[in-house]
């Protein structure tokens, strides 16, 4: 390979339970990652499940306003490495309540911290990317599963959520002159993690699952003009191979027909 540095995927919210499930399913494909999260402690604890990998940066930032997110623009702008893709694993809160019972204030609030840190995260980050010879570049969100039947006692994540899977589909085709691809993963059901074990149902992906289906997004498969991809369970399986070290487009090796340090 040339002097010029393999491209990186740069992870939002990557300190959450499902951002560490898709930082590991990234290094495990073999792709540089840019972990980018609010909280110091939390991107250390990232830090500590992947020790001494090299393909791995942290770096403290948020999107919580636009003035934030175009701070955090400036300085990965200001990285040597460029962008491949940016993946937004963003967790919203999950309160409980009827909106019946809460003032139309409390359904603001809830739209001020779940949906419009995504719009501002666009806004910022999407034109650090762009299209190649390789094909467009991603931005992938990651969509719960109350969006598209909305579950009773969790209104304000409802909303919320359905809210995010329009501004996805809006995204999509606004960022197709620019040769960026705007996709949002659904996934339908809660995911598994280590803290609601006890309580999981059969089924529920894991935060790793649905990392390897970032990936295989992020690889080409599937059809790059739906704006909405369904998790899919076969495409969680583990690549079959590793892959090389120094290539050119790695995550593009990756899709099967099945299927730290701070900075």
């Known amino acids: 390979m040339s002097g010029m540095l393999a491209p990186e995927v740069l992870v939002l919210g990557a300190s959450g339970r499902v951002g560490e499930g898709i930082v590991a399913a990234l290094l495990e494909a073999g792709s540089p990652v840019l972990a980018v999260g609010r909280d110091s402690s939390r991107l250390q604890r990232l830090a500590e499940l992947h020790p001494g990998e090299p393909a791995l940066q942290l770096l403290r930032g948020s999107v919580a306003s636009d003035r934030e997110a175009a701070r955090l623009a400036t300085r990965i702008a200001q990285r040597p490495r460029p962008l491949r893709a940016i993946v937004d694993a963003i967790g919203g809160g999950l309160r409980s309540g009827r909106l ?22 666009v806004h910022h980050l999407l034109p650090l990317l762009g299209g190649n010879d390789a094909g467009p570049a991603r931005y992938v969100l990651i969509g719960g599963p109350q969006a598209e039947c909305g579950w009773s006692g969790h209104g304000h994540a409802s909303v919320s959520g359905a809210a995010l899977r329009m501004l996805a589909k809006v995204l999509h085709g606004e960022a197709q002159p620019l040769g960026v691809c705007v996709q949002l993963l659904a996934v339908e059901s809660p995911v598994w993690t280590a803290e609601n074990a006890a309580h999981a149902c059969a089924g529920w992906p894991s935060a790793l699952a649905v990392g390897r289906n970032v990936v295989s997004l992020l690889a080409g498969a599937g059809d790059a003009t739906r704006c909405v991809v369904t998790y899919s369970a076969p495409r969680a399986a583990p690549p079959h191979r590793l892959l090389a070290s120094d290539i050119a487009t790695p995550l593009h090796t990756l899709a099967s027909p099945g299927s730290g340090q701070a900075v």
């Open 100 to 121: 019946l019972d809460q003032p139309t204030t409390s359904l603001r609030r809830s739209l001020d911290t779940d949906l419009l840190p995504h719009l501002a995260a």
